[in-house]
């Protein structure tokens, strides 16, 4: 990568990532020890000759070279091919400072953010965790990675958290490869993910919980924890003891808070509150998240949040069973004007369905196999 390239990238990189998710009034450790389910080493593709690939590395190359569009909002594809540890320095805690609305208010920033999420594990055969990414325009990459000291796994990413805007983001594939190389990033930035293991995790913005750092501790950004995770932690017992293991940096965005879930029907939701981290483990085969502390009230119905009301009830009433089809359904249901994807993760079969700007009868659905392809 040439050296003009590189700054632009690092620059990009040390302001990206906004992060999304609280209004809840209707809208007008060390890692734990890895044991890999075996598969054959993915050998880098020969790169192709799509110009523009000086300074660019064979793995870099064909890592470009797969971004695939498949959605007009739009939607990619990508396969990450070789080492993404170079990336350890990006900074994803600043995420709020690059995509606010420039001169608005914070609170008007908040106004938009309305993230849900839930875990429906009542069935053992069709273990599904959903999540709707509210926010203003997302372009996304449903990212596919498979690190030789991990898990492979799949996530999406925001990828205006990379510099593509409404201008650029429709025509990534058509760049040169030096010219999109800021997605070599894309895995330090992951908003909700899913692991070979069957692990599922994802983040929602909730307003601050006074949690001093630990000296003690190091420090990680809020969405680099959740790479951690994917790529290190097989159950939400190993998932906790990564995130907890460190100080999550949210300066330059709201705090969140995080909803995990692992095939063995458990579920945690871990909030920072109080000068502690908080997990609240689920008590009914169901568990769910938006946008405020569940450690912060009583019951849940006192934040009075009819989103987080409206994915209980549901839940309840199917005694949290569901289909993919129908976890599409659902978050259909409480999402918003603002919602730009929604997303489903199959946990028993390892599969994800994809809906952008709510055309909840389009979903684009993919094996997590396609990591290895």
Request: proline content about 7%; some cysteine; aromatic content about 8%.
């Amino acid at each position: 990568m040439n050296k003009d390239a590189q700054a632009l990238r690092r620059a990009v990189a040390a302001i990206t990532i906004i992060w999304l998710a609280a209004a809840c009034s209707r809208p007008t450790v060390a890692p734990a020890t890895v044991t890999r389910i075996e598969s054959e080493p993915v050998a880098a593709p020969t790169a192709s000759p799509t110009g523009g690939a000086e300074g660019l590395s064979a793995d870099e190359q064909a890592t470009l070279n797969s971004l695939e569009k498949v959605d007009d909002y739009p939607l990619y594809t990508m396969r990450y091919y070789g080492p993404y540890d170079e990336a350890t320095t990006i900074d994803s805690g600043g995420w709020m400072a690059a995509t606010a609305v420039p001169g608005a208010s914070s609170t008007a920033n908040q106004a938009a953010w309305a993230c849900s999420l839930f875990a429906a594990l009542g069935d053992a055969g069709s273990m599904v965790y959903g999540r709707n990414f509210d926010w203003q325009f997302s372009p996304a990459v449903l990212l596919f990675t498979d690190p030789r000291d991990g898990y492979a796994s799949v996530s999406m990413v925001n990828i205006a958290f990379l510099g593509f805007d409404e201008d650029t983001a429709g025509a990534v594939t058509d760049l040169p490869l030096t010219d999109r190389d800021a997605l070599l990033d894309a895995p330090f930035l992951p908003i909700d993910g899913m692991n070979e293991r069957g692990l599922a995790v994802g983040m929602a913005a909730v307003p601050p919980g006074q949690s001093p750092p630990d000296p003690n501790k190091g420090t990680i950004g809020s969405l680099g924890v959740i790479r951690e995770m994917l790529d290190h932690a097989g159950t939400v017992d190993e998932a906790a003891a990564i995130l907890q293991s460190y100080n999550i940096d949210m300066e330059g965005g709201p705090d969140i808070h995080y909803l995990i879930a692992d095939p063995s029907g458990r579920s945690i939701l871990i909030e920072f509150y109080a000068g502690e981290a908080v997990t609240i483990p689920n008590e009914t085969p169901w568990h769910l998240a938006t946008n405020f502390l569940r450690a912060s009230v009583s019951e849940p119905a006192d934040a009075k949040c009819w989103r987080y009301d409206t994915i209980d009830r549901r839940l309840a009433e199917v005694q949290g069973r569901l289909a993919m089809q129908d976890a599409l359904n659902l978050l259909s249901e409480v999402s918003v004007a603002g919602t730009q994807w929604s997303v489903a993760y199959q946990m028993s079969t390892l599969a994800v369905s994809v809906v952008m700007d709510r055309q909840t009868s389009s979903p684009h659905t993919f094996p997590l196999s396609h990591a290895g392809q």
